[in-house]
């Protein structure tokens, strides 16, 4: 890669990342190109040259993001760590991008360019979906997950678990002890309210 290419991935780099940071704090509608350019040091012009218009901005933004989030979903399905272990990293990452994209802001995008939403769907049939369903079979295979139970039924309760921590995130994040929290929600998540086998 010559200079002038890692200049340009560099550039290109900077405005993701002051477009993401300005869209996520104000909206999407309420941000425009001249205030990108500022936050990132690059002039419109250069906006314009590397990505087009700002709809095509946005695409590349939250495409970027959700690689970035699956990229990270599947290194941690493929990791040695135990299932447990994984559930608990899971949860984290999911406050993690519950803090950087609200429900609010995804469904509000989603809603206003169709585009972005294919994008969004794209993502969870092709990518997201048989990643849940690869570390639900691991956690069935080591046991860490009932056989009794059908691939629907830990799907709609690992849906629960997700909705809850995205609508109640900030619950997570003011509480003094977040870590044993969370895992008392992993625990709860394997045991239930009966009673468990062993503390996590």
């Known amino acids: 890669m010559n200079g002038f290419e890692r200049r340009r991935l560099q550039k ?23 205030e990108i350019a500022k936050r990132a040091n690059v002039s419109q012009v250069t906006i314009y040259n590397y990505f ?13 993001y959700l690689e970035r989030q699956t990229d990270m979903f599947e290194q941690l399905i493929y990791s040695e760590l135990s299932f447990q272990d994984k559930l608990l990293k899971l949860v984290e990452l999911k406050l993690s991008s519950t803090n950087e994209l609200s429900p609010e802001f995804i469904e509000a995008v989603i809603s206003e360019n169709s585009q972005i939403a294919n994008l969004f769907q794209q ?16 956690g069935r295979k080591s046991g860490d997950i009932s056989s009794s139970l059908s691939m629907n039924t830990i799907l709609f309760i690992l849906q629960a678990m997700t909705d809850s ?7 997570f994040q003011s509480n003094s002890n977040k870590d044993q929290f969370i895992k008392e929600i992993i625990t709860f998540f394997f ?10």
Do not use: C, W
Request: charged content about 30%; proline content about 1%.
């Open 12 to 34: 290109m780099e900077q405005i993701r990342q002051a477009a993401f940071s300005l869209f996520t704090k104000y909206g999407i509608q309420k941000v425009n190109i001249h």
């Open 165 to 171: 921590i995205q609508k109640h995130s900030e619950i």
């Open 123 to 138: 993502f969870a049939n092709e990518k997201s979906m048989p990643l849940i369903v690869t570390f639900i079979e691991n």
């Open 52 to 64: 087009g218009s700002k709809d095509e901005l946005v695409y590349d933004v939250l495409k970027e």
């Open 191 to 200: 045991y239930g309210i009966v009673g468990k086998k062993e503390e996590l």
